[in-house]
């Protein structure tokens, strides 16, 4: 089974509780989105990650607070 | 850019290392570990709590029968803490309610004891054709659905933090040392070798025990083989990569004992080391599942975690290795004749801990200063 993969913005968290709190910030907020386990190429760590299209950053980061727990953002091939 | 992307490709190493742990436990129950048994980390944990004196499970004639220093606990954590400091993924982390993992780890051992092990054990005994351990694997897929359902509702046991490698090398080299200890017989019990009835004495030879866990430890800190893990993501992100170890750790292990004429065929009674009470090993898997999804892993994953440098996992181990000394010491542990005196009463108890447990990090947030 083939998949198409495509360039997604990866977020990642120090808690799960982070990952959880972003879905419903999004959602909240119309962006689209979707939780992921963390990809193994940027940590060995079995977390949740938060993954969208990188266009909607512009949309996000006006969103974001300081305690918004976010541990890493990153571009990748999903 | 936009290029395609096969599953084989993006899940081999899960795959493999389905293959290579299914095979090892055939290997090391061929060698001389008990029947279905070739890993077991809830059971090795108990044993190394027998060697240190934590637990005195005996036989009528006071012989200690759950008692060994289990080289494959040192070799995974240290199979684990090589392949992370070659891949420079060795990092001082913890600090993420230390306590309350503690607990957990404790809960989740008394759990697996009474179902007759962890959930490596649990795919390890299906492959065996223990139809007991089907039972207990839909009770770890409702354990782990309830603690996702709190993790989606906000479940938090706080944020781990940097800590000095100092202190996340120091469980592991406690560990070994008092392996080796135990291991000349300076510390220690021991069960007799080839003692009748006794799981602690049916063992492969420690250099083939170490080689196996070093290199399960290793692959698996690579590829993130977890078992609570892979059904978390399949239920939550339709994903099943991890789940899909989970299937090839099943196959080996019954083709393995199909090779070496084992696999007496499909069945719930006259497996070794499992009792046949439904209910009770549904019970017992669904405190491990819930237990290890509040966790955020199985205690296979802990191990590794812990060669990886997490503080939080050493100290959940440790939890379980005292959960061990408890279900043995308060009847709580079953055996293959059914579960213990107070086995009941372990998993209510372990059942009202994890809803405690799980209420309060949810809903009770911290006052915001």
Same mark, same amino acid.
Request: charged share 15%; hydrophobic share 50%.
């Given at each position: 089974?083939?998949?198409?993969?495509?360039?997604?913005?990866?977020?990642?968290?120090?808690?799960?509780? /982070?990952?959880?709190?972003?879905?419903?910030?999004?959602?909240?907020?119309?962006?689209? $989105?979707?939780?992921?386990?963390?990809?193994?190429?940027?940590?060995?760590?079995? /977390?949740?990650?938060?993954?969208?299209?990188?266009?909607?950053?512009?949309?996000?980061?006006?969103?974001?607070? $300081?305690?918004?727990?976010?541990? $890493?953002?990153?571009?990748?091939?999903? | 850019?936009?290029?395609?992307?096969?599953?084989?490709?993006?899940?081999? =190493?899960?795959?493999?290392?389905? =293959?290579?742990?299914?095979?090892?436990?055939?290997?090391?129950?061929?060698?001389?570990?008990?029947?279905?048994?070739?890993?077991?980390?809830?059971?090795?944990?108990?044993?190394?709590?027998?060697?240190?004196? #934590?637990?005195?499970?005996?036989?009528?004639?006071?012989?200690?029968?759950?008692?060994?220093?289990?080289?494959?606990?040192?070799?995974?954590?240290?199979?684990?803490?090589?392949?992370?400091?070659?891949?420079?993924?060795?990092?001082?982390?913890?600090?993420?309610?230390?306590?309350?993992?503690?607990?957990?780890?404790? +809960?989740?051992?008394?759990?697996?004891?009474?179902?007759?092990?962890?959930?490596?054990?649990?795919?390890?005994?299906?492959?065996?054709?223990?139809?007991?351990?089907?039972?207990?694997?839909?009770?770890?897929?409702?354990?782990?659905?309830?603690?996702?359902?709190?993790?989606?509702?906000?479940?938090?046991?706080?944020?781990?933090?940097?800590?000095?490698?100092?202190?996340?090398?120091?469980?592991?080299?406690?560990?070994?040392?008092?392996?080796?200890?135990?291991?000349?017989?300076?510390?220690?019990? +021991?069960?007799?070798?080839?003692?009748?009835?006794?799981?602690?004495?049916?063992?492969?030879?420690?250099?083939?025990?170490?080689?196996?866990?070093?290199?399960?430890?290793?692959?698996?800190?690579?590829?993130?083989?977890?078992?609570?893990?892979?059904?978390?993501?399949?239920?939550?992100?339709?994903?099943?990569?991890?789940?899909?170890?989970?299937?090839?750790?099943?196959?080996?292990?019954?083709?393995?004992? #199909?090779?070496?004429?084992?696999?007496?065929?499909?069945?719930?009674?006259?497996?070794?080391?499992?009792?046949?009470?439904?209910?009770?090993?549904?019970?017992?898997?669904? +405190?491990?599942?819930?237990?290890?999804?509040? =966790?955020?892993?199985?205690?296979?994953?802990?191990?590794?975690?812990?060669?990886?440098?997490?503080?939080?996992?050493?100290?959940?181990?440790?939890?379980?290795?005292?959960?061990?000394?408890?279900?043995?010491?308060?009847?709580?542990?079953?055996?293959?004749?059914?579960?213990?005196?107070?086995?009941?009463?372990?998993?209510?108890?372990?059942?009202?801990?994890?809803? +405690?447990?799980?209420?309060?990090?949810?809903?009770?947030?911290?006052?915001?200063?």
């Amino acid at each position: 089974m083939l998949k198409q993969a495509e360039k997604r913005l990866v977020i990642t968290f120090h808690t799960t509780a /982070g990952a959880m709190a972003m879905e419903k910030l999004c959602k909240k907020n119309a962006i689209p $989105g979707r939780l992921v386990p963390v990809p193994r190429e940027l940590t060995s760590d079995c /977390g949740i990650a938060w993954s969208m299209a990188p266009a909607d950053r512009a949309h996000l980061e006006p969103l974001l607070t $300081g305690d918004s727990d976010i541990s $890493g953002v990153y571009e990748l091939m999903l | 850019m936009v290029k395609k992307k096969n599953w084989l490709a993006k899940n081999w =190493l899960i795959l493999l290392t389905g =293959l290579i742990v299914g095979a090892a436990a055939v290997i090391l129950s061929k060698l001389g570990n008990p029947g279905n048994m070739g890993f077991c980390i809830a059971c090795f944990e108990r044993d190394i709590a027998g060697a240190l004196g #934590l637990q005195r499970a005996a036989n009528p004639a006071g012989e200690p029968i759950l008692s060994y220093f289990r080289p494959e606990i040192v070799g995974i954590i240290f199979g684990s803490l090589i392949m992370a400091v070659g891949a420079k993924e060795f990092k001082g982390k913890g600090g993420s309610s230390p306590v309350i993992r503690f607990i957990l780890g404790a +809960v989740v051992m008394i759990g697996a004891l009474v179902f007759l092990g962890c959930p490596l054990r649990m795919v390890i005994r299906i492959g065996g054709g223990d139809l007991n351990a089907v039972v207990g694997l839909a009770g770890f897929i409702v354990g782990i659905l309830v603690g996702v359902v709190f993790l989606k509702c906000g479940f938090n046991l706080g944020r781990a933090h940097e800590q000095k490698k100092a202190e996340a090398g120091a469980f592991p080299a406690g560990l070994l040392l008092m392996f080796i200890l135990c291991t000349v017989g300076v510390i220690g019990v +021991v069960t007799t070798a080839g003692l009748e009835g006794a799981p602690g004495g049916a063992r492969a030879p420690w250099y083939a025990s170490i080689i196996a866990g070093l290199v399960v430890g290793a692959i698996c800190q690579r590829s993130r083989f977890c078992m609570a893990g892979g059904i978390r993501d399949a239920v939550m992100f339709r994903d099943f990569g991890l789940i899909a170890g989970f299937g090839m750790v099943i196959v080996t292990v019954l083709v393995g004992n #199909l090779i070496l004429g084992n696999f007496k065929g499909f069945a719930m009674e006259g497996n070794p080391i499992a009792h046949t009470d439904g209910l009770w090993n549904f019970l017992g898997m669904v +405190v491990v599942g819930w237990g290890s999804a509040l =966790l955020g892993g199985c205690p296979l994953r802990q191990l590794v975690l812990t060669g990886e440098g997490n503080s939080d996992s050493a100290i959940t181990v440790c939890g379980m290795i005292v959960g061990a000394a408890f279900s043995h010491n308060f009847k709580m542990a079953s055996n293959g004749m059914g579960t213990g005196e107070n086995g009941h009463l372990g998993v209510y108890i372990g059942l009202g801990i994890l809803v +405690v447990v799980s209420l309060l990090f949810t809903f009770c947030k911290k006052k915001e200063n």
